[in-house]
């Protein structure tokens, strides 16, 4: 139903962009979102998009990254720029209601390099 794409090894202050196909169906009906999850460390939300388009990001992802969506493609993006070794994990997308997601798809890594 979700299929994340778009990680990869990047150095330290540099871009990536995350991509998640989802079906027709949950990305016009639901929040969607990108968590992560680095080593030994819990899940986290990044940032999520709500139906309208209006969006939320956690502290450490504002005014790095970016999250949007195109109904059109059944797509949800996450630019991420101004990369930091700390934002290495596992990213996943997601979608739900409100705050409670209950669709994930399988993660994309994502390394960056000091």
Known sequence: QLQ???GGLVQSGGSL????AASGSIIRMNTMGWFRQAPGKQRELAARINSAGSTNYAEFAKGRFTISRDN???TIYLQMNSLKPEDTAFYYCAAGI???FGY?????????SS
């Open 104 to 112: 994930w798809g399988q993660g994309t890594l994502v390394t960056v």
């Open 98 to 100: 409100g705050s409670v």
């Open 17 to 20: 962009r995350l991509t998640c």
């Open 72 to 74: 059109g493609k059944d």
């Open 4 to 6: 994340a794409s778009g």
